[in-house]
């Protein structure tokens, strides 16, 4: 009796170091400064971050979600400080200390107008000669930001733009859709309905997760939360979150 009671015990060890047992614990961390994605003062702590921890959690880890500067997240990411950074974009010099899930959200940069305005978006050309609001360090990319022909505005925050394109101060601003949506609606909602977002985008970037390459286990963390959105899109989970949140990125503020 004794014997058997120690292999078994052995065995539940063995259970519990595959860390397949127990949950694991993962720092994750967004800025806070992108709503509706992420803000702590939203439910869950945005759409992105809800979308995030669920599927974390779904692939049996234990997300302790904190927030940090932009600065502090990608250094922290850097000397393994925190495990998952829940929102950003890709690039080459990220993807050296970061390891990136496949895109679960897609971020659409359109343009937004006056409604009586006759504008269009099809290609850069269609810019020339245009006033556009835009915002300091924005990665618009590279072409856009280069061109010579596009007058370029520049202000502190999107809010400050949209303020200047209902005064018909700069012909159109631009931002992520769903920011567009819910910043104007929170902030100046009786603007919305005089304004038109163009369906043409000038970018469209995925939206991931950053795993530190100093966690010993990042790809199979990535690998887990590639599986696990999966799955939250073939069960309804993913679209359920999604309307949770489109809820009030789309209603005006009173």
């Known amino acids: 009796m004794p014997n058997r009671i120690y292999r078994m015990f052995g065995m539940l060890l063995i259970g519990l170091c595959s860390g397949t ?12 400064q992108w709503p509706p994605y992420s803000g702590q003062e939203l439910p869950e ?9 669920t599927a974390l959690k779904r692939a ?36 050296d200390y970061l390891l990136f899930s496949k895109p679960y959200l897609e971020s659409y940069i359109r343009f937004i107008k006056q409604k009586d305005k006759d504008y269009e978006f099809d290609s850069l050309d269609d ?9 300091a360090g924005y990665a618009y990319g590279d072409e856009f930001n280069q061109s010579r022909d596009i007058i370029r505005i520049s202000e502190r925050n999107l809010i400050q733009n949209v303020l200047k394109l209902t005064q018909g101060r700069i012909d159109l601003t631009l931002d992520d859709e769903l920011v567009l949506r819910y910043e104007i609606n929170r902030f100046m909602p009786s603007s919305m309905a005089k304004l038109e977002i163009l369906a ?7 939206v991931h ?31 359920k979150i999604l309307n949770k949140h489109k809820a009030y990125i789309e209603k005006p503020a009173h």
């Open 200 to 206: 043409k985008p000038l970018a469209v970037r995925g």
């Open 45 to 53: 702590q945005g759409l992105a971050v809800d979308l995030v921890a």
């Open 21 to 32: 047992a127990v949950a694991a614990n993962l720092s994750v961390v967004h800025s806070g």
């Open 127 to 135: 810019l020339s000669g245009k006033l556009v609001g835009v915002v």
């Open 60 to 95: 049996g880890y234990s997300p302790k979600i904190r927030v940090d500067s932009l600065d502090r997240i990608l250094e922290g990411g850097k000397i393994g400080v925190y495990d998952v950074f829940a929102t950003p974009w890709y690039s080459d010099e990220r993807n």
């Open 209 to 239: 997760i950053g795993v530190s390459r100093e966690n010993p286990d990042h790809e199979r963390i990535v690998t887990d939360f590639d599986k696990a959105i999966v799955e939250m899109k073939k069960d309804g989970t993913y679209d």
